[in-house]
């Protein structure tokens, strides 16, 4: 039987760019970009595959996974307003209201008036949302577990150790709508994907 993964974090190693390096020196190969990108499509439409196997591909029960995906950056981040959660995962405002409605109303979320002002609510996950996270959690990593299961250890830290930094990298380098590249609205998109 393949064991879940344990949560870990690997050391990075350092950047072998140097900061304020020309473009020129950093640009990667460009057959090197397009087979990356090629196999990020892949990744992406294996993990709709799997997401799709594990709730039938739609209907309510696709409905409530993808609410309960909500409960990572609300346990990672602690209590968000709606907006803000809304934002940090980069997702429509109506659609992640629907999203929250039903965490509410199965009890794995709570709405509590923000401090700082009174008329505004965050939201707090809840004693049985962190249970569903952690039920979330297993199964990814079981998954994770079982595709490497043929993996060795070293190589498993050393891909660990490149995805950390590839998404990392990404996140900086994600463009922000409305804000230019710089600015503090881009900075403080950075910190919330971190």
């Known amino acids: 039987m393949v064991q879940p993964f344990s949560r870990r974090t690997v050391a990075l190693p350092s950047p072998a760019a140097t900061p304020g390096a020309p473009m020129t020196d950093l640009a990667p190969d460009l057959d090197q970009g397009a ?3 090629d196999e990020l499509a892949r990744l992406m439409r294996v993990m ?4 799709a196997q594990a ?3 739609s209907g309510p029960d696709a409905r409530e996974r993808a609410a309960h995906v909500l409960l990572f950056p609300l346990t990672r981040l602690g209590p ?3 907006g803000a959660l809304a ?3 980069h997702a429509d405002p109506s659609t992640v209201s629907r999203h929250v409605t039903l965490l509410v109303d199965q ?3 709570r709405r509590v008036a923000d401090e700082r002002d009174g008329r505004a609510s965050r939201l707090i996950v809840t004693p049985a949302g962190e249970a569903a996270l952690e039920r979330l959690r297993e199964e990814r990593n079981t998954h ?3 595709a490497t299961s043929g993996w060795t250890p070293a190589e498993l830290d050393s891909f660990t150790a490149a995805l950390q930094r590839f998404v990392q990298d990404l996140t900086d380098h994600l463009p922000t709508l409305g804000a230019p590249a710089g ?4 900075d403080s998109e950075k910190k919330k994907d971190r």
């Open 144 to 146: 994770l577990a079982q």
């Open 48 to 51: 709709h595959a799997l997401k």
């Open 55 to 57: 709730t039938d591909g």
């Open 183 to 186: 600015s503090a609205r881009d």
């Open 87 to 89: 934002e940090v995962v």
């Open 35 to 37: 087979a990356l990108g």
């Open 80 to 82: 968000l307003r709606q």
């Open 107 to 109: 009890g794995l979320v």
